[in-house]
């Protein structure tokens, strides 16, 4: 199975910072929030990152064109995951909220979507309680927090490589 359409729930700290990897490594990204508010949050992040790339990780202007023709915006969830390969969660560490998510993701999304969480301490096994296909939801723990401006000396190729290769990796679980 080809992956080509990511969508990333979540436009807060965690979740730009994916959807902006993931569109630079070419893939379509569709960002969901449940709020407007939070798609503005993760849109002025995203105007931060292509800074970002060009200063400092000698990205082209047309590689940050095409990151950016890449991603698109919604607090519509059924049109955010309607032909999504896979759905990477970043929404708030709260249970109740998460497993409410998940309830919703899986009346929406095709049969196809895999689910992945981001989650930081709530278990794998909270979540699948709630999602309509178990063998198809994993708790993959990505975040490219190089991004962010106060961790920019941390911030190198051996990162950015370790998720496109994490993203590579769940391919190979199917
Ligand atoms: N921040 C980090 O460095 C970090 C690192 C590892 C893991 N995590 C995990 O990532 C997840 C997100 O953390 P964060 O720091 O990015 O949070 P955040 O608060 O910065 O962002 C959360 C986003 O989710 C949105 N949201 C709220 N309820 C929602 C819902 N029902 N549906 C869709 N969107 C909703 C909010 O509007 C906000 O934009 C958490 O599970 C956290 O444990 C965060």
Same mark, same amino acid.
């Given at each position: 199975?080809?992956?080509?359409?990511?969508?990333?729930?979540?436009?807060g700290t965690l979740g730009s910072q994916i959807a902006w990897?993931?569109?630079?490594?070419?893939?379509?990204?569709?960002?969901?929030?449940?709020? $407007?508010?939070?798609? #503005?949050?993760?849109?002025?992040?995203?105007?931060? %990152?292509? &800074? =970002?790339?060009?200063?400092?990780?000698g990205a082209s202007h047309d590689e940050i064109d095409q990151t950016i023709s890449r991603l698109s915006y919604t607090t519509d969830l059924a049109e955010a995951v309607k032909d999504a390969d896979i759905?990477? $969660?970043?929404?708030? #560490?709260?249970?109740?909220?998460?497993?409410?998510? %998940?309830? &919703? =993701?899986?009346?929406?999304?095709?049969?196809?979507?895999i689910f992945t969480?981001?989650?930081?301490?709530?278990?794998?096994?909270?979540?699948?309680?709630?999602v309509d296909r178990p063998d198809k939801t994993s708790n993959i723990r990505v975040g490219p927090t190089q991004l962010i401006e106060y961790s920019k000396q941390s911030f190198n190729?051996?990162?950015?490589?370790?998720?496109?290769?994490l993203i590579l990796w769940t391919k190979t679980q199917l």
């Open positions: 199975m080809k992956f080509s359409n990511v969508t990333i729930a979540g436009a990897q993931t569109a630079f490594y070419g893939f379509n990204v569709t960002v969901f929030d449940a709020f $407007e508010k939070g798609l #503005e949050v993760g849109k002025a992040y995203h105007q931060k %990152y292509a &800074e =970002l790339f060009l200063k400092t990780r759905v990477s $969660e970043s929404i708030p #560490e709260n249970l109740e909220i998460k497993q409410s998510f %998940y309830q &919703e =993701l899986g009346k929406v999304a095709p049969e196809k979507t969480t981001n989650s930081s301490t709530i278990t794998p096994s909270e979540i699948v309680i709630a190729i051996t990162s950015l490589k370790r998720l496109k290769s």
